[in-house]
T-cell receptor, first 112, second 112 residues
C-alpha cells in the first residue's frame, strides 16, 4: 500500500505544453522531495520542500507543498523532450531525510 | 554523477545463491540507505546505517543483511535468493540524517 499517491500514472504531451503532477498523502511529512529518474539510472533529487504552503521554482519547474504538508504538486511549463522521465515524490520524517516513503511515480513523455 | 558508487552494475545469479552488493558513499557522508525498486512495489526503503551503526529498518527480508564498515562503505548481503527478489537495488548517502540523500546508479539483480 502506497502512503503517497501520485497522479496521473502516465502523461504524454507535446513539446511546449504544460503539465502538472500531483502527490497526495494521508500522512504529514516533515519534508517532501521530488526526484526524476531515467531508465537504468538512480533517482536524481530535484527539490526539497519543507514549509507548508511553500513554493519553489527551478527554471521551468514549479513545486508546491500543501498548507497541511500532506500534498504537493509539480508543474512544468513549456515542456521539452529533455523533461521526459519518471517523476517521483517522496516523503521524509523528522528524524531521517534519507528514509523516504516514495510514491509510485508519474511517467512523463514529451514528444517533439 | 551523484558521487555514490555502486558495484556491480549488473548481477545474474541462480536461485538459492548468495550475493553481496557494495556501495561507496559520497566523500564525507556518514549515512547510507539501501532501497529496492521493483515493478510492482516501486521504491522501497530497506535499511539505514549511520557512522557504522544501524539506524532504521524498513521492508527488509530476514534473509537480507547489511553492514557499514569503518571506512563508511556499505554492503548488502542477499542470501537464499528467490526469483521474486530480482530488482534494482539502490544505495543512497547523506551527510547527516537530516540532509538530503543522493542515490547511486543501482545494481540490477536478476535471479534465474
Amino acid at each position: 500500500t502506497q502512503l503517497l499517491e501520485q497522479s496521473p500514472q502516465f502523461l504524454s504531451i507535446q513539446e511546449g505544453e504544460n503539465l502538472t503532477v500531483y502527490c497526495n498523502s494521508s500522512s504529514v511529512f516533515s519534508s517532501l522531495q521530488w526526484y526524476r529518474q531515467e531508465p537504468g539510472e538512480g533517482p536524481v533529487l530535484l527539490v526539497t520542500v519543507v514549509t507548508g504552503g511553500e513554493v519553489k521554482k527551478l527554471k521551468r519547474l514549479t513545486f508546491q507543498f500543501g498548507d497541511a504538508r500532506k500534498d504537493s504538486s509539480l508543474h512544468i511549463t513549456a515542456a521539452q523532450p529533455g523533461d521526459t522521465g519518471l517523476y517521483l515524490c517522496a516523503g521524509a520524517y523528522a528524524d531521517s531525510w534519507g528514509k523516504l516513503q516514495f510514491g509510485a511515480g508519474t511517467q512523463v513523455v514529451v514528444t517533439p | 554523477d551523484s558521487g555514490v558508487t555502486q558495484t556491480p552494475k549488473h548481477l545474474i545469479t541462480a536461485t538459492g545463491q548468495r550475493v553481496t552488493l557494495r556501495c561507496s558513499p559520497r566523500s564525507g557522508d556518514l549515512s547510507v540507505y539501501w532501497y529496492q525498486q521493483s515493478l510492482d512495489q516501486g521504491l522501497q526503503f530497506l535499511i539505514q546505517y549511520y557512522n557504522g551503526e544501524e539506524r532504521a529498518k524498513g521492508n527488509i527480508l530476514e534473509r537480507f543483511s547489511a553492514q557499514q564498515f569503518p571506512d563508511l562503505h556499505s554492503e548488502l548481503n542477499l542470501s537464499s535468493l528467490e526469483l521474486g527478489v530480482s530488482a534494482l537495488y539502490f544505495c543512497a548517502s547523506s551527510f547527516s540524517t537530516v540532509t538530503e540523500a543522493f542515490f547511486g546508479q543501482g545494481t540490477r539483480l536478476t535471479v534465474v
